[in-house]
């Protein structure tokens, strides 16, 4: 590992006046990043700890909830609030790790999780372009079971891990930000970035900028939604495919709708094909079908992950039908 310092900040403008020059990297539970530096694939000269920060989970005025980024998945997870008027959050969370990881694990800190492709943390016998721009993905022509089918490139095939952020996706959460240069709110679908040529780059952050809270609008079809996680093991592991789904049906007929999917892509993948689709059309099996047919017209298996575009297909049309009390 290589040496760092380290300081923890008391506030926002500490932080991020601790953020300035060479490579520093803001900590947070550290679940993810102490891994990473482990295996030396970050290598921050200075942490800059940042779980004294806010942890407050406040109703907003518009009804809608604003939660403070040094606040744990747990906090989050169990919050009344959470439960009852977003479940898919509640529920995605709990499938995303254990307790003992969602204890630690903040907010803020899910967000800027990194893939766990296996060629991206061998340091020493293979070629990443996230690792290394430039020298290559050998995961394309290797072991890419677990890789993405939608929004990849030339460049890059790895997936985003979170499970949380697939909920915040389809939630239309917004991410609140702060720099030296001031704050900024920025769409959640818009945070993290397809690979295109430049993968080593996840996120839409600016240097020394800080996620300080995550804002969820109130959304009346939230109330109804669900998450669903496809996995090689029901224990602890990470997604072949999840689906976040909610659905408001009036005399059966589709009246919005929000669908995201997760392991299938770079970043949280909003499946706004197959919403537009939906929405304003009848809740039946049928149109559930072809909506996640036309969602993933677009995807483009490797070598051995084909299995994934019906799993996701599969997987929408069993969530929809449940949500809309369909008999599938």
Request: charged share 20%; net charge negative; aromatic share 6%.
């Amino acid at each position: 590992m290589t040496p760092f310092q380290y300081h923890r900040a008391a506030t926002v403008a500490q932080a991020l006046q601790l953020g300035i020059g060479g490579a520093p990297a803001f900590l947070g539970g550290g679940t993810n990043l102490v891994d990473l530096m482990r295996e030396t694939v970050e290598r921050p000269d200075r942490l800059v700890d940042v779980t004294g920060l806010s942890r407050a989970i406040e109703v907003t005025s518009e009804g809608g909830l604003m939660i403070g980024a040094a606040a744990t998945n747990a906090a989050l997870a169990e919050h009344p609030m959470v439960k009852t008027a977003y479940p898919m959050l509640s529920r995605a969370i709990l499938a995303g790790a254990s307790a003992q990881i969602r204890n630690m694990a903040t907010i803020g800190g899910n967000l800027l999780q990194r893939t766990r492709c296996a060629y991206f943390y061998d340091t020493e016998g293979s070629r990443c372009n996230k690792r290394a721009p430039g020298s290559g993905c050998d995961a394309i022509g290797g072991f890419n079971r677990n890789h993405a089918i939608l929004g990849a490139s030339p460049a890059c095939v790895a997936t985003h891990p979170s499970d949380m952020c697939v909920a915040l996706a389809a939630l239309n959460a917004n991410i609140h930000l702060e720099g030296v240069g001031g704050m900024r709110v920025l769409p959640f679908i818009d945070f993290h970035r397809l690979p295109g040529d430049r993968p080593e780059a996840d996120t839409m952050l600016e240097r020394g900028e800080l996620i300080t809270a995550i804002e969820l609008p109130s959304l009346t079809l939230a109330s109804q939604s669900t998450y669903r996680k496809v996995r090689d093991r029901s224990s602890y592991a990470f997604a072949l495919v999840s689906v976040a789904a909610a659905l408001e049906i009036d005399d059966g007929r589709i009246v919005d709708v929000r669908i995201a999917f997760g392991g299938v892509a770079h970043k949280p993948w909003r499946a706004l094909v197959a919403e537009t689709y939906l929405r304003d059309g009848p809740a039946s099996l049928e149109a559930f079908q072809k909506a996640a047919d036309a969602e993933l017209a677009a995807a483009e298996p490797l070598s051995e992950n084909g299995f994934k575009v019906d799993l996701v297909v599969r997987t929408l049309v069993a969530v929809l039908a449940d949500l809309a009390g369909v008999q599938a």
